[in-house]
């Protein structure tokens, strides 16, 4: 346990030297993994995603339909898991009957929770979307006693 390093209590800005930059995640963390194959102290190396930007990947409109089949779905399904829960648990003579019951209460509360907040947001947000945290680059830290042949190593790297 001596030689392992304290990791800080988030959040805390990232220490260290850059000893390389990549403009996907996927080329900075393949760095790391050559820096590991040759032996260096990888676990005095961050990789740091700079210039972040909120990406929001808009999927398509939503109307009145969209939302309660939505709803009627998702409903119908944690309905059944329930049911499936209740006939399990209960052991009653008919299973089915717990399954109805579950499914019929599910695809009820399903329009409710998805019939609500739409027409509370009264047509302000008709579509649907993803959110997603992306940066610019990707940069490669060190601590400066390993930075240099962390550089060095990473110049012989071809990505």
């Keep these: 346990m001596a030689g392992r390093r304290r990791i800080p209590a ?4 990232p220490k260290g030297w850059p000893i390389g930059s990549y403009p996907t995640y996927e080329e900075a963390q393949r760095a790391v993994d050559y820096l590991a194959d ?18 929001e990947r808009v999927t398509g409109r939503l109307t009145w339909p969209k939302v309660l089949g939505g709803g009627v779905l998702s409903g119908a399904w944690l309905g059944l898991f329930v049911g499936l829960i209740l006939a399990l648990l209960t052991m009653t003579p008919d299973p ?29 947000r008709d579509f649907s979307s993803t959110m997603q945290l ?3 680059r ?22």
């Design 134 to 136: 992306v940066a610019g």
């Design 10 to 13: 988030l959040p805390t800005p």
């Design 138 to 159: 990707y940069d490669v830290l060190c601590d400066p006693q390993n930075a240099e042949r962390g550089r060095d190593l990473l110049a012989r790297l071809t990505i």
């Design 38 to 55: 040759q032996q260096f102290p990888v676990e005095r190396v961050t990789i740091v995603g700079v210039d972040l930007m909120q990406v």
């Design 96 to 124: 089915w009957a717990a399954l109805l019951t579950g499914l019929v209460a599910g695809v009820f509360f399903g329009l409710i929770t998805s019939a609500v907040p739409y027409a509370m947001a009264r047509g302000t």
